[in-house]
C-alpha cells in the first residue's frame, strides 16, 4: 500500500475523531488562523461531558496538544507544530470535499448558509 490510498487511510483516521471534525469544522468557520487556547475553548464547551468547566478545559486541552493536532497535523490538514499556539486550516484540507453543502458531507459545520 502507498501514495493516494495511503494517504486517505491517514485522512480517514484523522477524521475518525468527533473532536477532530469539531476542530475543522471551526478552522473552516474562522477562515484564518486560530489560537489553541480558542480551540480549547471551543472544543471544552461542545463537550457533552458532565465535568466541571476547569477540568472540561483541561482535558480539551491536553487532548488537543497531545493527541488531535499532532493526528491532524500528521494527516496534512493543518498547519501547526508542537511549539506554535497558532492553528490554520491549510490549503489541501481546503481543497478536499469535506465542507460540502451537501447533505452528505464529512465535517458537520455550524454555518447557517449552509442549512
Given amino acids: 500500500m502507498g ?7 491517514e485522512i480517514e483516521r484523522a477524521l475518525d475523531s468527533p473532536a477532530r471534525r469539531r476542530v475543522l469544522s471551526y478552522l473552516q468557520q474562522t477562515g484564518e488562523p486560530t489560537t489553541v487556547d480558542e ?4 472544543v471544552a464547551k461542545h463537550t457533552g461531558e458532565q465535568q466541571s468547566r476547569m477540568w472540561g478545559r483541561h482535558d480539551a486541552d491536553t487532548a488537543l496538544r497531545w493527541v488531535h493536532l499532532p493526528t491532524l497535523s500528521k494527516a496534512e490538514l493543518v498547519d501547526w507544530g508542537p511549539d506554535d499556539e497558532t492553528v ?5 484540507a481546503r481543497q478536499l470535499p469535506l465542507f460540502s453543502p451537501l447533505s452528505d458531507r464529512v465535517v458537520e459545520t455550524d454555518d447557517p448558509s449552509w442549512a
Fill in 3 to 9: 501514495g493516494l490510498a495511503e494517504e486517505w487511510a
Fill in 39 to 42: 480551540l480549547v475553548e471551543h
Fill in 88 to 92: 490554520e486550516l491549510n490549503e489541501y
